[in-house]
């Protein structure tokens, strides 16, 4: 690879230890072989290749239904997106219920929910986006924290709102959700700031 402004020349090496490969039913897999070999002998590439009958013993077809992970996110025919969710929403109620016990400040609190609730969100929503319901979910829960509890003392509109305006920059997850699709649509426009 040439980079402009240097006399070497860098030379990478590239490793992926699991490829998944989505084939349909009608897909010949004599033809991803054929189109394998024709892409490594064009891009120089090297493919420790197993023979095709031990490829083919290993494969894991999954039914409709089942979720298989890839990259972060769960693909599949007619998955249960709740069922997706639930891990996640169960292991940030958990860190709440823990945290709870430390007795935070409301700023403690709200940071906390940005950290927990948000980071553990943020990705899986980007990738595979976020069920109504999860999102109902996350924002009683997240109530339920910040009020240890209690019935909420301020509107969930007032405590997202920034420190000048009164609030405590609050994290709304349907607002972030909703600015998640803003940016995948705008990254799929291709619509930058310039």
Same mark, same amino acid.
């Given at each position: 690879?040439?980079? /402009?402004? *240097?006399?070497?020349? &860098?030379? $990478?090496?590239?490793? =992926?230890? #699991?490829?998944?490969?989505?084939? %349909?039913?009608?897909?010949?897999?004599?033809?991803?072989?054929?189109?394998?070999?024709?892409?490594?002998?064009?891009?120089?590439?090297?493919?420790?290749? /197993?023979? *095709?009958?031990?490829? &083919?013993? $290993?494969?894991?077809? =999954?039914? #409709?239904?089942?979720?298989?992970? %890839?990259?972060?996110?769960?693909?599949?025919?007619?998955?249960?997106?709740?069922?997706?969710?639930?891990?996640?929403?169960?292991?940030?109620?958990?860190?709440?219920?823990?945290?709870?016990?430390?007795?935070?400040?409301?700023?403690?609190?709200?940071?906390?929910?940005?950290?927990?609730?948000?980071?553990?969100?943020?990705?899986?929503?980007?990738?595979?986006?976020?069920?109504?319901?999860?999102?109902?979910?996350?924002?009683?829960?997240?109530?339920?924290?910040?009020?240890?509890?209690?019935?909420?003392?301020?509107?969930?509109?007032?405590?997202?709102?920034?420190?000048?305006?009164?609030?405590?920059?609050?994290?709304?997850?349907?607002?972030?959700?909703?600015?998640?699709?803003?940016?995948?649509?705008?990254?799929?426009?291709?619509?930058?700031?310039?």
């Amino acid at each position: 690879m040439k980079i /402009p402004g *240097q006399v070497s020349k &860098l030379i $990478t090496s590239l490793f =992926a230890d #699991d490829t998944s490969v989505f084939l %349909a039913k009608t897909d010949d897999h004599n033809t991803l072989f054929q189109i394998l070999k024709d892409w490594c002998a064009a891009s120089e590439a090297k493919f420790n290749l /197993p023979d *095709q009958l031990e490829i &083919l013993h $290993t494969i894991k077809i =999954a039914n #409709d239904g089942e979720p298989i992970r %890839a990259l972060g996110a769960f693909v599949g025919n007619h998955i249960n997106e709740i069922n997706i969710w639930t891990p996640t929403l169960e292991k940030c109620e958990q860190l709440f219920e823990k945290w709870s016990k430390m007795r935070p400040t409301i700023e403690g609190r709200c940071a906390l929910v940005q950290l927990i609730a948000g980071g553990e969100t943020q990705y899986k929503t980007r990738v595979q986006g976020m069920p109504a319901d999860i999102e109902k979910h996350f924002t009683k829960l997240i109530s339920k924290f910040i009020w240890d509890g209690g019935p909420p003392a301020v509107s969930r509109l007032i405590m997202r709102e920034s420190h000048e305006l009164g609030g405590k920059k609050l994290l709304d997850i349907v607002v972030r959700n909703e600015a998640i699709e803003l940016m995948k649509l705008q990254r799929y426009l291709n619509l930058g700031p310039e």
